[in-house]
């Protein structure tokens, strides 16, 4: 059984725009099954394509089960039975000899910029980049699979 162990957090604009980056990874990601104890996603990027299936979250952890899908059968699969996506750049960047995965939502979601960090336990010590600012690990709003029914656009801020 996989477990996702995961902290997510709200990045700085202005911080963000100053940071050198890496090249992002374009994704589109859109949702078979999204209710609120379990999601089945797939997502496309241009040259890979997964089949994820997450279970209800339990504090900061969740079952997550991933499976590699050739990308025309993942593109064919978002196109006709997707009931909700987003869309994305993701950015991979090593600090402090962790990988954080900061991505920067496009569409409905435009001006969300959230940064996810994947742990090997609840406890885990990890340093947090300036560019990082509140946690909102805990915040349903700011699941991918809300955002795809609830944009960040919408929201009264």
Known sequence: MGIEIERKFIIDPEKWLKLAKPQPQHLRQGYLLNDKNRTIRIRVSDKQAWLTIKGAT????RKEYEYPVPV???TELLDNFALSWVEKKRYRINFAGKIWEADEFLGD???LLVAEIELEHEAEDF???DWVTIEVSGDKRYYNS???THPFTKWDR
């Open 146 to 148: 809300s955002l795809s």
């Open 72 to 74: 025309n059968e993942a």
């Open 127 to 129: 340093e947090i980049p």
């Open 58 to 61: 339990s504090g900061i952890s």
């Open 109 to 111: 979601n435009t001006g």
